[in-house]
C-alpha cells in the first residue's frame, strides 16, 4: 500500500526531533563550576595578591593564586552572589547537555541570574555596610552586596568621589525592596524548579509587579502626608 505524500510529511511533522547535545561545552562548564566552587568554599582573603603582597602561602588555595584573585573579583563585583556562579555555570552545563526547547532554556537561564541578583541586592540592603572597617571580615569588601548590590540599592561612588546608583533605596525604601526582591528570589526558585516553569514565570512576574505598584503607593501617601 502506498502512503500520500500528505501524510509522509505528518509523520515526519509529529517525530520526535533528535537531540542535540554539547557535551564537551558541558564537561567545561561543569569542571569551570565545581573548580570555583572549590575556591570559594577554601578562599581566605589573604589568599590574593589583591588584598595583601606578597599572599599568605601558609594555607593556599587549592587553585592557587589564580583562583584567589578570581574569588576576590567575585565577591567584589556580587558579594554573597558570588556564590552563585557555580551554580550558573552548572545550569548552563546541564542546559548544553539536555535535550530541552529554547524558551526553556531562556527561563532556566534568567531564572538562576535573577537569584543571584536579587541575593545580592538584598544582602547590600540589609549589610550595606559589611566589610568596611580594618576589623570587618574583607572577603565581601565592597559589602554584602557587593559592587551591584551598591549600585543598585545603597549606591557606590566613583573614583571621583560622586554617588553613582541607589535607585531602589531613594524610590521605594528598604522595607519595598525587601518584598520585591524576596518575591523575586521566591519566584526564581519555584521557576528554577518547576516542571512547568513558563507557568510560575508568568505568575512570578504579574506578583511582582502588584508588589511594587502597591509599594510605590503605600509611599506615596506617606509623602503627601509629611508635606506642609
Given at each position: 500500500?502506498?502512503?500520500?505524500?500528505?501524510?509522509?510529511?505528518?509523520?515526519?511533522?509529529?517525530?520526535?526531533?533528535?537531540?542535540?547535545?554539547?557535551?564537551?561545552?558541558?564537561?567545561?562548564?561543569?569542571?569551570?563550576?565545581?573548580?570555583?566552587?572549590?575556591?570559594?568554599?577554601?578562599?581566605?582573603?589573604?589568599?590574593?595578591?589583591?588584598?595583601?603582597s606578597?599572599?599568605?602561602?601558609?594555607?593556599?588555595?587549592?587553585?592557587?593564586?589564580?583562583?584567589?584573585?578570581?574569588?576576590?573579583?567575585?565577591?567584589?563585583?556580587?558579594?554573597?552572589?558570588?556564590?552563585?556562579?557555580?551554580?550558573?555555570?552548572?545550569?548552563?552545563?546541564?542546559?548544553?547537555?539536555?535535550?530541552?526547547?529554547?524558551r526553556?532554556?531562556?527561563?532556566?537561564?534568567?531564572?538562576?541570574?535573577?537569584?543571584?541578583?536579587?541575593?545580592?541586592?538584598?544582602?547590600?540592603?540589609?549589610?550595606?555596610?559589611?566589610?568596611?572597617?580594618?576589623?570587618?571580615?574583607?572577603t565581601y569588601?565592597?559589602?554584602?552586596?557587593?559592587?551591584?548590590?551598591?549600585?543598585?540599592?545603597?549606591?557606590?561612588?566613583?573614583?571621583?568621589?560622586?554617588?553613582?546608583?541607589?535607585?531602589?533605596?531613594?524610590?521605594?525604601g528598604?522595607?519595598?525592596?525587601?518584598?520585591?526582591?524576596?518575591?523575586?528570589?521566591?519566584?526564581?526558585?519555584?521557576?528554577?524548579?518547576?516542571?512547568?516553569?513558563?507557568?510560575?514565570?508568568?505568575?512570578?512576574?504579574?506578583?511582582?509587579?502588584?508588589?511594587?505598584?502597591?509599594?510605590?503607593f503605600?509611599?506615596?501617601?506617606?509623602?503627601?502626608?509629611?508635606?506642609?
Amino acid at each position: 500500500m502506498l502512503k500520500k505524500k500528505g501524510d509522509k510529511k505528518k509523520t515526519k511533522g509529529l517525530a520526535t526531533p533528535a537531540p542535540r547535545r554539547r557535551f564537551w561545552w558541558s564537561l567545561g562548564l561543569a569542571v569551570l563550576g565545581v573548580a570555583i566552587f572549590v575556591a570559594l568554599v577554601y578562599y581566605e582573603p589573604t589568599q590574593s595578591s589583591r588584598v595583601v603582597s606578597p599572599q599568605n602561602t601558609d594555607t593556599p588555595n587549592p587553585l592557587g593564586l589564580g583562583g584567589a584573585n578570581l574569588v576576590f573579583y567575585l565577591c567584589a563585583w556580587l558579594g554573597v552572589g558570588a556564590w552563585c556562579v557555580p551554580l550558573i555555570l552548572l545550569t548552563a552545563a546541564y542546559v548544553c547537555f539536555a535535550d530541552l526547547p529554547k524558551r526553556s532554556v531562556v527561563i532556566k537561564m534568567s531564572s538562576v541570574v535573577i537569584f543571584c541578583f536579587s541575593l545580592s541586592i538584598l544582602a547590600d540592603a540589609f549589610r550595606e555596610d559589611s566589610g568596611s572597617g580594618p576589623t570587618e571580615d574583607q572577603t565581601y569588601w565592597k559589602g554584602a552586596g557587593g559592587t551591584l548590590g551598591g549600585f543598585l540599592y545603597s549606591g557606590v561612588t566613583d573614583s571621583a568621589g560622586n554617588p553613582r546608583g541607589g535607585f531602589l533605596k531613594s524610590s521605594i525604601g528598604p522595607l519595598g525592596t525587601g518584598i520585591v526582591m524576596s518575591s523575586l528570589l521566591l519566584g526564581s526558585i519555584g521557576v528554577y524548579w518547576s516542571a512547568r516553569p513558563n507557568a510560575w514565570f508568568g505568575k512570578a512576574l504579574e506578583a511582582g509587579g502588584r508588589l511594587t505598584e502597591k509599594v510605590r503607593f503605600r509611599r506615596n501617601g506617606d509623602e503627601k502626608e509629611t508635606e506642609p
